[in-house]
């Protein structure tokens, strides 16, 4: 690869994963801009400039011995992070329409309009697979997505809550009232399909993936338990007052 790219620029993806032994080997072709094949018998120079990508931090990687501290120093004389997905806020809305429009057209599909309410949730959504997480959701929403591209067709994992972890779902209080298990385990049942409708702004079809029912049987519930979408206030206007 170095042979291939002399004169021009080699890429090195995921350089934290790289055999140590091998990053010797690594440290000097950049050290004397040489490398040998294999089986041959004099030394090749190249003339390459190295960009090299990890997402892991080589300097606690250096601290516990898996990375080589002069190959490191070698590599980052010029670094650049870039920082995950969550927290480019203002990259999401771009990125994603991006990829929207780029499947549209490899699957060759009209293309999609996209749900103003869809952007919000973008954006609260914490990312763990950065950019390759948000194409796979892309093509997903192009392949099996209506038009235009709204709320309810996006994966459950986005209407979950992304806070510490819970060590119980039932908070109770040290002088709990006394009822009978029945009773207590609808009303448990009441409060929770309640909280996910709430989380998902009563969007019906998300909260049934959330809950993993059929969306007819959350119609259902819903009516048995007495639950129903609370009502925007009315703002009476009156006209032809001074």
């Known amino acids: 690869?170095?042979?291939?790219?002399?004169?021009?620029?080699?890429?090195?993806?995921?350089?934290?994963?790289?055999?140590y032994a091998l990053q010797s080997r690594l440290l000097r072709v950049l050290e004397d801009g040489r490398v040998r094949r294999l089986g041959d018998s004099k030394d090749r120079e190249?003339?390459?400039?190295?960009?090299?990508?990890?997402?892991?931090?080589?300097?606690?990687?250096?601290?516990?011995?898996?990375?080589?501290?002069?190959?490191?120093?070698?590599?980052?004389?010029?670094?650049?992070?870039?920082?995950?997905?969550?927290?480019?806020?203002?990259?999401?809305?771009?990125?994603?329409?991006?990829?929207?429009?780029?499947?549209c057209s490899r699957h060759r599909s009209r293309r999609r309009q996209i749900d103003d309410d869809v952007y919000p949730l973008l954006e609260h959504y914490a990312w763990p697979g950065n950019v390759r997480e948000l194409r796979n959701v892309c093509e997903r929403l192009v392949v099996f997505g209506g038009d235009p591209v709204?709320?309810?067709?996006?994966?459950?994992?986005?209407?979950?809550?992304?806070?510490?972890?819970?060590?119980?779902?039932?908070?109770?209080g040290s002088n709990p009232?006394?009822?009978?298990?029945?009773?207590?385990?609808?009303?448990?049942?009441?409060?929770?399909?309640?909280?996910?409708?709430q989380r998902t702004s009563w969007n019906v079809a998300?909260?049934?993936?959330?809950?993993?029912?059929?969306?007819?049987?959350?119609h259902q519930k819903t009516a048995a338990l007495g639950l129903r979408r609370p009502q925007p206030e009315l703002v009476e206007v009156v006209e032809g007052v001074a």
């Open 150 to 172: 709204t709320t309810d067709q996006l994966p459950s994992s986005f209407f979950s809550e992304s806070g510490a972890q819970e060590t119980g779902l039932v908070r109770l």
């Open 46 to 103: 190249v003339d390459v400039r190295v960009i090299a990508a990890t997402h892991h931090d080589l300097e606690n990687a250096v601290q516990l011995g898996d990375f080589r501290e002069d190959l490191y120093f070698r590599l980052a004389h010029l670094p650049i992070e870039v920082p995950p997905l969550r927290q480019r806020g203002d990259d999401l809305k771009l990125l994603f329409t991006h990829f929207i429009d780029l499947f």
């Open 1 to 19: 690869m170095f042979e291939e790219a002399d004169g021009g620029t080699l890429f090195l993806d995921e350089i934290g994963d790289m055999d």
């Open 177 to 197: 009232p006394s009822m009978c298990l029945r009773d207590f385990k609808t009303q448990c049942e009441k409060e929770y399909i309640e909280s996910i409708l």
């Open 206 to 218: 998300a909260a049934a993936r959330i809950l993993d029912i059929q969306r007819t049987y959350l």
